[in-house]
T-cell receptor
Framework: AQSVAQPEDQVNVAEGNPLTVKCTYS??????LFWYVQYPNRGLQFLLK??????LVKGSYGFEAEFNKSQTSFHLKKPSALVSDSALYFC???????????FGAGTTVTVRA | NAGVTQTPKFRILKIGQSMTLQCTQD?????MYWYRQDPGMGLKLIYY???????DKGEVPNGYNVSRSTTEDFPLRLELAAPSQTSVYFC????????????FGSGTRLTVV
């Protein structure tokens, strides 16, 4: 069975500082990894994905994530956070030969001005 | 392009009542999914469908039913509502296995009292 762990319920950073949201996963076979963001009272929006290739993937709104196979991690990063980045972030995983995503519990990011 | 549309946005049910959560997508996606979101628990898969006429259970199917008579529509039926079904429900769709991510609806907030 696949699973995702997001070890931090909340991350607080000052605007302009780097932002990191942590994610580790467990899956059989090759992982397909995703990050989604949810703003209040909205559905989830796709940010980025790792399927294969370069371990550093770039996505929407200046976010990027690094796939680390040995550490089974897929941390989300942004070099300079904005107040508008305040939201709930979800990491998700599925095996390459399946299509059902498993989500982490989510990390609430608050960026203070 | 509307994407994934869910109705209603909010609903209060009494214990034992039934209702149908509607979901429709206009992207000609063949895969569709129902998730529930509970605080601190992430998203749990209720049911999914890989095409019209084909449905299958996810992680938490008890108390729910689905049907998929067309590509566009994937309604979720709650029979005999229970307080444990108080949650936010999200419908999502993807093209094939979702290698480019899922598209989510804006959710239905259901309270069972």
């Amino acid at each position: 069975a696949q699973s995702v762990a997001q070890p931090e319920d909340q991350v607080n950073v000052a605007e302009g500082n780097p932002l990191t949201v942590k994610c580790t996963y467990s899956v059989s076979g090759n992982p397909y990894l995703f990050w989604y963001v949810q703003y209040p009272n909205r559905g989830l929006q796709f940010l980025l994905k790792y399927i294969t290739g370069d371990n550093l993937v770039k996505g929407s709104y200046g976010f990027e994530a690094e796939f680390n196979k040995s550490q089974t991690s897929f941390h989300l990063k942004k070099p300079s956070a904005l107040v508008s980045d305040s939201a709930l972030y979800f990491c998700a995983v599925r095996p390459s030969n399946d299509y059902k995503l498993s989500f982490g519990a989510g990390t609430t990011v608050t960026v203070r001005a | 392009n509307a994407g994934v549309t869910q109705t209603p946005k909010f609903r209060i049910l009494k214990i034992g009542q039934s209702m149908t959560l509607q979901c429709t997508q206009d992207m000609n996606h063949n895969y569709m999914y129902w998730y529930r979101q509970d605080p601190g628990m992430g998203l749990k898969l209720i049911y999914y469908s890989v095409g019209a006429g084909i449905t299958d259970k996810g992680e938490v199917p008890n108390g729910y039913n689905v049907s998929r008579s067309t590509t566009e529509d994937f309604p979720l039926r709650l029979e005999l509502a229970a307080p444990s079904q108080t949650s936010v429900y999200f419908c999502a769709s993807s093209l094939n296995r979702g290698d480019y991510g899922y598209t989510f609806g804006s959710g239905t907030r259901l309270t069972v009292v």
